[in-house]
Every structure is written in C-alpha cells, then in structure tokens.
C-alpha cells in the first residue's frame, strides 16, 4: 500500500517494500542536508528470487533470479566524483 512507501519509491517495478529507508522521512534528509551530507538516488527493482531460499550446499550451484536496476548519469556522476575524492559512500537499501 502507499503508506508502506518511502519518499524514494517513484518507480514501480520491485516486488519489495523499500523498508531500508522507511525512516529516513523529508525532515531527516532535509536536516541531512543542511549538515552537508549529499545524498543522490539509484533505483534496484527487487526480483521474487530474492526471497528463494538457498538449498545448494555450495553457493556457486545457486541459481539466482536477475534484478533490474538503474542509475541516472547525475547520480553516477556524483558517485564517481565521491569516489576519487575518498569521500565516504553509504548505501542505504532494502537488499
């Protein structure tokens, strides 16, 4: 339902809640903000094969199920720039 939706959740396409970010509200990330901290966004559209439990002994024999995902060039932009500045990244997600 949309109460179960986050301010991040603007494309359809996962079968999973975004709950990683349920409490980072507008206020939180506006007061992220005015600390400094840049915040940029990626989209993952979690697949049913993440909740496939793993029965293989050896992982390598675990047949996973693909996920969509997708970066605008500004966030990779951003990204890429963080990272040859040694600036710190943290993801914030559901998987």
């Known amino acids: 339902t949309e109460s179960y939706q986050t301010q991040h959740a603007t494309k359809e396409g996962s079968v999973?809640?975004?709950t990683a970010g349920l409490?980072?509200?507008t206020g939180i990330m506006?007061?992220?903000s005015k600390k400094g901290v840049?915040?940029?966004?990626?989209?993952?559209?979690v697949g049913a094969g993440t909740f496939k439990p793993v029965e293989a002994?050896?992982?390598r024999n675990h047949n996973m199920h693909s996920e969509r995902m997708s970066v605008t060039p500004h966030?990779?932009?951003l990204l890429i720039t963080a990272c040859s500045r040694g600036t710190r990244i943290i993801p914030v997600g559901t998987t």
């Open 16 to 18: 999973a809640a975004p």
């Open 75 to 77: 966030s990779l932009s």
């Open 30 to 32: 506006d007061r992220l």
């Open 57 to 59: 002994l050896d992982a």
């Open 23 to 25: 409490h980072f509200s």
């Open 38 to 45: 840049n915040t940029c966004h990626v989209t993952l559209h």
